[in-house]
């Protein structure tokens, strides 16, 4: 039996008749294609072409690759210009042999394009994996991004935090990813030890967290906190308690997520309910305008610790 029926063709657009050349995957999937367009994309593919040719090769070269066809589709097809649609990936596996293979071709601006197509697919789900790729194939910006949403995932460094592409990227990396994490976490849970951020309007000087005639004025000798601009100030025991609860939430997972889903925030609401006073005057409604603020602030100096370089 000859090899050739063995083989099977390319989809569209590798199964053009008019091609120069054929490259052959590990599954003897030809994909028919163009010396020019390969050259373009592919220093390694460029010098091949200009060895000599045998006498005894066929007309039009095929030249076996250790890739698979599912890999070299999408690989193709994004060097490819009458291509259309950018390919899509079924898991981050295949993304990642697809960048694999494209380092090897040295397919630089490719490569840049499937550094894109990984964010837009997998940094939700898969941040860790994101970061760990970015730092591999040196795009520092994905690896910027990709750190920022690892800040969700609550005490990463934890053993129970690993990852499968951790054992891909260097020690310095990982150790970066992990200070970023760290640093963000202290950054955070500092955000409610002074509430100087808040703005000096009236709404916020009039909140009950701080204005409350009953359990406000209790318990004699708590500690003041400094309000806006108004000084220093002693809270509600439940604010104080959700101050110190939600800076150790922040502290495992630096995050606006982890102030929404907060359990120290429905503690809070709970608790105020059982004071007459701020029962009565929606001390829960200005709790939400204050998680508002504390968000915003939270955002802010997340934003100035830097993943390092
Ligand atoms: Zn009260």
Not at 60 to 85: D, F, M, R
Not at 154 to 175: T, V, Y
Not at 215 to 232: D, E, H, L, N
Request: hydrophobic share 45%.
């Amino acid at each position: 039996m000859s090899e050739i029926q063995k083989t099977s063709a390319a989809r569209a657009p590798f199964n053009n008749p008019d091609h120069d050349i054929v490259l052959r995957s590990v599954d003897d999937v030809d994909f028919h294609n163009f010396k020019l367009i390969l050259s373009l994309v592919s220093p390694i593919f460029k010098d091949m072409f200009t060895l000599p040719q045998n006498e005894s090769e066929p007309a039009v070269p095929i030249i076996p690759v250790t890739e698979h066809s599912t890999i070299l589709y999408p690989l193709l097809l994004l060097s490819y210009p009458t291509a259309g649609a950018d390919p899509t990936f079924d898991t981050i596996d295949d993304a990642r042999a697809v960048m694999e293979a494209a380092k090897k071709y040295e397919m630089d601006a490719i490569l840049y394009r499937i550094g894109d197509l990984i964010v837009a697919h997998f940094l939700l789900a898969h941040s860790l994996d994101v970061y760990a790729m970015s730092c591999l194939a040196g795009w520092w910006h994905h690896a910027r991004t990709a750190a920022f949403w690892s800040l969700e995932i609550e005490g990463l460094g934890r053993p129970s935090s690993g990852f499968a592409g951790m054992g891909a990227i260097n020690a310095s990396d990982c150790h970066r990813l992990l200070t970023y994490h760290y640093e963000c976490g202290i950054a955070a849970q500092a955000v409610g030890k002074t509430l100087e951020w808040l703005p000096s309007t009236p709404d916020v000087s009039g909140m009950q967290m701080w204005g409350c005639i009953g359990c406000g004025r209790v318990a004699f000798g708590r500690p003041t906190i400094q309000i806006a601009s108004f000084g220093k100030w002693t809270v509600t025991p439940w604010f104080q308690e959700y101050l110190v609860a939600s800076g150790k939430e922040l502290a495992a997972r630096p995050c606006e997520q982890a102030l929404l889903e907060s359990a120290s925030y429905n503690r809070a609401t709970a608790k105020a309910r059982e004071c007459l006073f701020c029962r009565t005057v929606m001390a829960h409604h200005h709790l939400h305008t204050f998680r508002t603020f504390y968000i915003a602030e939270v955002r802010k100096v997340i934003a100035k610790v830097k993943l390092a370089s």
